[in-house]
């Protein structure tokens, strides 16, 4: 088994900051990509930016600039710095691996955590 938890959501005003953390736990061999998708009310999710193994990342482009993902792979944990935020950026953030390895040689795909919600208001 495998499982993402999510931490660090709350309510935050506009222009403030908040840091969302993921780790990854059960009897982990390896995790390729690691990202973070969004949702907010009424709306599909949505990418938000998504690291590789090797720390290359990609961006939703009206994130970048504001958005930093991170990760400790050591640790299994890939983290979401959010700068500048924008009540707009109100939504579930979720974690989520496409691939995970696990000890044995099993693999599990399209593993996604439970959501952290990120409200941004005054």
């Known amino acids: 088994q495998v499982q993402l938890v999510e931490s660090g959501g709350g309510l935050v005003q506009p222009g403030g900051s908040l840091r969302l953390s993921c780790v990854a736990s059960?009897?982990?061999?390896?995790?390729?990509?690691m990202g973070w998708y969004r949702q907010a009310p009424g709306k599909e999710r949505e990418l938000v930016a998504i690291i590789t193994l090797g720390g290359s990342t990609n961006y939703a482009a009206s994130l970048k600039g504001r958005f930093t993902i991170s990760r400790d792979n050591a640790k299994n944990t890939v983290h979401l710095q959010m700068n500048s935020l924008k009540p707009e950026d109100t939504a579930v953030y979720y974690c989520?691996?496409?691939?995970?390895?696990?000890?044995?040689?099993?693999?599990?795909?399209?593993?996604w955590g439970q959501g952290t919600l990120v409200t941004v208001s005054s």
């Open positions: 059960g009897s982990i061999f390896s995790i390729n990509a």
């Open positions: 989520n691996a496409p691939r995970v390895v696990v000890t044995g040689g099993i693999e599990y795909r399209e593993v």
